[in-house]
Structures are given as structure tokens and as C-alpha cells.
T-cell receptor, first 115, second 112 residues
């Protein structure tokens, strides 16, 4: 049962344009969400997070939007740069179940930013 | 520099052997985690530890064991009972709940 879903395995965007990566979740108990970026043969790097009390969080070129009613979040990257080409993972947790900070990951979206 | 160190980067194991993957952090984080990544899949949680001398099974703990004798260290043993051990293993740590996990650069384990 995939509780966190990234339905687009890949996305191609031109340099300077907006990249929008999407993530859906099924567990209504999730209330903390994160985006990670991963290059091949490296560990994921934390990008940005959002808790369920917010619907938007912004950090530089990265903005995460959360729609709790739709159980959907998205990551916007503006403007996209070639160095943004990587796999992006969405992750979610429910810190209040006694399981600490266990994360459930999506399967990732490969972003390619073309010149 | 503070961070998480995983070693070795590549590891080969003969069938029937146990092998231990190292994970050390100097971030003073209380919680540590082990994940496994297979091609085309997300990360799946193997074990996690919220404090020293305590750890819990994650979603795919069968065939693995861990220890947490020191705050800085959380080694993972892949036992011969793990039927499909070939994967990319990632260790992470976090300071607490509602805080992001920070990852090491991983160990790729292959079976000879």
C-alpha cells in the first residue's frame, strides 16, 4: 500500500521556466511533509518542509504548497536551473504516533532541466 | 564539518555471510535511521532509534539487525537471512520530531 505517491516518474523543463513536482498521500494522519533532492550514488539532500498548519512555505527558489483536503502537495522551483536536474522525493510523517520521525517516501520524480 | 559518514561506499558479500554497514554522525542528533533504496523505488525504513540503547523495527526489518550503544553510531548488520540484500543503504539522523532527517551518502551492497 503506497501511502505517498509521486505519479510522474519524470519531468522535463526548460531552463528558466517553472518546475512543478506533485505528490499525493492517502494517510490523513500525516502532518509533516518534506521534499528531498537526490543525485545518483549520493544521499538525499533536504530541500524544504511544511507542517499541516500551513498551506505554503517558501525558501528562495523553492516553494511547497499543501492542500490538506485534497491530500496533495507540490514543489515549485522557479526559475529552474540545470543544476536542479535530479530525482526529487516527497516524504511524509506523523510525529504524534509514538514512532518518532518515521518518514514514508514516494517513489521519486526525475527532473531534467534542459538548456 | 558536521555530518553523517557511511562506510564503506561499496561492499561485496558472499552468499551466506553477514556484513555490517557503518554509520557515524557528529551532529549530536538523538534519532538515527536506516533505509534501503531499490531501483525505481522510494526509500523504505529498516530500523530506527530515538535514543541510545533503544531501537524499533521499521517496515522491512526482516533479515537485518542493529545496535545503538553510542549516540554517534548506528551500525546495520545484513544477515544471511536477508534473501535479497543487494541494494543502496542509507543512514539518516534527526534532532527530533518535526525536524528534517539528514542523510549520509550511502553504501551500495552487492552479492558475489
Amino acid at each position: 500500500d503506497q501511502q505517498v505517491k509521486q505519479n510522474s516518474p519524470s519531468l522535463s523543463v526548460q531552463e528558466g521556466r517553472i518546475s512543478i513536482l506533485n505528490c499525493d498521500y492517502t494517510n490523513s494522519m500525516f502532518d509533516y511533509f518534506l521534499w528531498y533532492k537526490k543525485y545518483p550514488a549520493e544521499g538525499p539532500t533536504f530541500l524544504i518542509s511544511i507542517s499541516s498548519i500551513k498551506d505554503k512555505n517558501e525558501d528562495g527558489r523553492f516553494t511547497v504548497f499543501l492542500n490538506k483536503s485534497a491530500k496533495h502537495l507540490s514543489l515549485h522551483i522557479v526559475p529552474s536551473q540545470p543544476g536542479d536536474s535530479a530525482v526529487y522525493f516527497c516524504a511524509a510523517s506523523n510525529p504524534h504516533t509514538g514512532g518518532g520521525n518515521k518518514l514514508t517516501f514516494g517513489t521519486g520524480t526525475q527532473l531534467k532541466v534542459e538548456l | 564539518d558536521g555530518g553523517i559518514t557511511q562506510s564503506p561506499k561499496y561492499l561485496f558479500r558472499k552468499e551466506g555471510q553477514n556484513v555490517t554497514l557503518s554509520c557515524e554522525q557528529n551532529l549530536n542528533h538523538d534519532a538515527m535511521y536506516w533505509y534501503r533504496q531499490d531501483p525505481g523505488q522510494g526509500l523504505r525504513l529498516i530500523y530506527y532509534s530515538q535514543i541510545v540503547n533503544d531501537f524499533q523495527k521499521g517496515d522491512i526489518a526482516e533479515g537485518y539487525s542493529v545496535s545503538r550503544e553510542k549516540k554517534e553510531s548506528f551500525p546495520l548488520t545484513v544477515t544471511s537471512a536477508q534473501k535479497n540484500p543487494t541494494a543502496f543503504y542509507l543512514c539518516a539522523s534527526s534532532i527530533g520530531t518535526l525536524q528534517p532527517q539528514h542523510f549520509g551518502d550511502g553504501t551500495r551492497l552487492s552479492i558475489l
